[in-house]
């Protein structure tokens, strides 16, 4: 196999060579797509459906194959130069430590959006509780019905549809004004109904899919230590200007984290079905 | 991330002799490009350290100068513990997490101001997007981590128990 191609389609009827089908499967469960069982070099219905599942946001017909050196395999390469599903290579630049920036000079205008504030115009994600330190599948019927999985551009998300669809534009222009951090991004997600960590009572505001905890080359940024990566300075502003709070902002530094902020949240309220 | 061990010099000194290790004076010099890129799949999967209890090491670390802390089963790395790769009497980089038959199974390497922490495969963090996944990471860091001070704590170096002990709470609450 060629070090950059598959050596045949992988997919529905394919010839799927094995270690062709690896690198596939690695490559979608690196871009958050389901595989059952993981990547196993085996093609079978759970493989198909996640090539479905990833071709459906940029194909009218998804076929469910992926062939050597076509538009379903640039997409699903691009930014994974080694194939093995591991990020791009970091860049030290992007990866230098600043400190955070003041408060005054990020979040302009935004407001954090309170746990309680989200649990009164949402409700309890899980409705008969029993939430621990594990992401949990939400049981609210209403929060059910207004979720989305899909991919944003660089990672695929499972998170409220509008907080979704936003985000999507984000990345956008993330793409076309910061293209060098746009290739490292990454996610540890965006929905996870658990508890804040520590705490017998409050849930994390990533229980109804408003956040999301973003990677830079792999690495997630250490949360509580004042200081915050380059990379995610220059892609800050452009979050901010859709209306997303920074988390380098909270009391505790979290720099891998932003969030709908108060308007923004509103106006996703609205949107709901 | 602050590294309280720069006033730690002495205790530094013995620790690199019993891996018992005292507070890593230079953490903070961590090289995350190091842990990206495999130049070969497999070449890291090989086993190091002594004979007594051999362990396998992180994707990109030179395997000369690492020292596993924790426990061992039959000449191998078993448990939670820590990982340390060592430049002199600098750390230059830290797993924290559980190791199986002396390969790397689950947890976190520490970078200058970040983490990269998962599951691991040949010594490589596996990108499975699972949440999950992380949180468990994180908590298996953050076990090895105190599972470390205990060490220490027994073993009469207090200082270092304390700086493993905090270095737990921070990894414990690095997910939300």
């Given at each position: 196999?060629?070090?950059?191609d598959?050596?045949?389609?992988v997919?529905r ?5 094995r270690?062709d089908v ?8 690196a871009r958050g797509y389901a ?5 196993d ?10 090539i479905?599942d990833?071709?459906s946001?940029?194909?009218r017909k998804?076929?469910g194959?992926v062939d050597p050196?076509g538009t ?5 390469s691009a ?7 591991k ?7 992007l ?7 003041a408060?005054t ?5 935004l407001?954090?959006?309170?746990n309680?504030?989200v649990?009164g115009?949402l409700?309890?994600?899980l409705?008969a509780g029993?939430y621990?330190t594990?992401?949990q599948?939400?049981?609210n ?5 207004n979720?989305?999985r899909e991919?944003?551009g660089p990672?695929r998300?499972?998170?409220?549809a509008?907080?979704v669809q936003?985000?999507?534009?984000v ?6 004004q910061?293209?060098?951090?746009y290739?490292?991004?990454g996610?540890q997600?965006m929905m996870?109904?658990?508890l804040?960590r520590?705490?017998?009572?409050a849930?994390?505001?990533?229980s ?5 905890d973003l990677?830079l ?13 380059y990379?995610?300075?220059?892609i800050?502003p ?8 920074w ?5 505790t ?5 932003f969030?709908?902020?108060?308007a ?10 | 991330m602050?590294?309280p061990?720069?006033t730690w010099?002495p ?5 690199v002799?019993c ?11 961590a090289?995350?490009?190091?842990a990206?890129?495999?130049q ?11 004979a007594?209890?051999r ?8 395997a000369s100068?690492v020292?596993?802390t ?11 513990g820590?990982l340390r ?8 980089q ?6 199986k038959?002396g390969?790397?199974?689950l947890?976190?390497i520490e ?6 922490a ?14 999950n ?7 298996a860091?953050?076990d090895a981590?105190k599972a470390v ?5 027994a073993?009469?170096n207090?200082?270092s128990?304390?700086?493993y002990?905090?270095?737990?709470t921070?990894?414990a609450?690095q997910m939300?």
């Open positions: 196999m060629a070090a950059s598959l050596s045949a389609p997919g009827g394919a010839a799927n060579h270690p690896l690198v596939v499967q690695k490559l979608l469960l595989i059952q069982g993981g990547a070099g085996a093609c079978g219905d759970s493989t198909v459906g996640a479905v990833f071709q946001d940029f194909l998804p076929d194959v050196g379903t395999w640039r997409a699903l930014g994974y130069p080694d194939l093995t599903g990020p791009p290579p970091p860049s030290d630049n990866l230098k430590l600043l400190p955070r920036p408060s000079a990020i979040n302009q205008g407001t954090a959006v309170s309680a504030y649990l115009k409700g309890q994600p409705l029993g621990n594990l992401c599948e939400p049981t019927p209403k929060l059910r019905n979720l989305a991919s944003v990672f998300v499972w998170g409220l509008p907080a936003s985000l999507k534009a990345m956008a222009d993330i793409a076309k910061q293209p060098a951090v290739a490292g991004l996610t997600g996870c109904c658990r804040v520590g705490s017998t009572t849930i994390s505001n990533h109804w899919g408003t956040a999301v990677t080359n792999g690495v997630l940024d250490a949360r509580g230590d004042d200081k915050v990566f990379g995610l300075t220059l800050a452009i979050f901010q200007r859709h209306g997303w709070f988390g380098a902002g909270f009391r530094e979290d720099g891998m984290h969030e709908g902020s108060k923004l949240f509103d106006t996703w309220v609205a949107a709901l079905k | 602050t590294h061990g720069k010099g205790l530094w000194a013995a620790a002799v891996s018992l290790a005292g507070p890593a004076q230079a953490q903070a010099q090289q995350a490009q190091k990206t890129v495999p070969a799949a497999d070449q890291n999967h090989a086993l190091s350290g002594p007594r209890c362990f396998a090491v992180p994707g990109g670390w030179d100068q020292r596993w924790g426990d061992c089963r039959a000449g191998l790395a078993q448990g939670l820590t790769a060592l430049q002199g009497n600098k750390v230059l830290v797993f924290y997490g559980r190791l038959d390969q790397l199974e947890g976190a970078l200058d101001g970040g983490y990269r998962g599951r691991f495969d040949n010594g490589w963090v596996v990108q499975d997007g699972e949440r996944t992380l949180i468990q990471a994180f908590e860091a953050s981590a001070a205990q060490r220490y704590q073993g009469g207090p200082a128990a304390r700086f002990r905090q270095k737990a921070q990894l609450q939300d």
